[in-house]
């Protein structure tokens, strides 16, 4: 976990969102758990209250750090 840290670019290796790249927006440590720019979004429903109206969010939700994989742009150039 100490290796990753926020703004790195990952891929997700595992789940519905397999082969996907993108930037780390958010970390977990005490969960072992990262949030991932544009993976596992899901939808979230919310109710009107006092005059704001009701909505539905796309909500980017924490994948266990051991379904992603550090991609390194430098050797991706090189080759």
């Not at 670019?9 to 544009?38: H, M, P, Q, R, T």
């Not at 993976?39 to 969010?57: C, S």
């Amino acid at each position: 976990m100490s290796r990753l840290k926020k703004g790195l670019k990952v891929k997700v290796v595992v789940g519905k969102d397999k082969g996907k790249e993108g930037l780390i927006k958010a970390l977990f440590f005490s969960k072992n758990k990262v949030v991932v720019e544009g993976i596992n979004i899901y939808k979230k429903h919310v109710k009107p209250t006092n005059g704001t109206p009701g909505e539905i969010l796309d909500i980017e939700r924490p994948i266990d750090v051991s379904n992603v994989l550090v991609v390194d742009s430098e050797k991706k150039k090189k080759k």
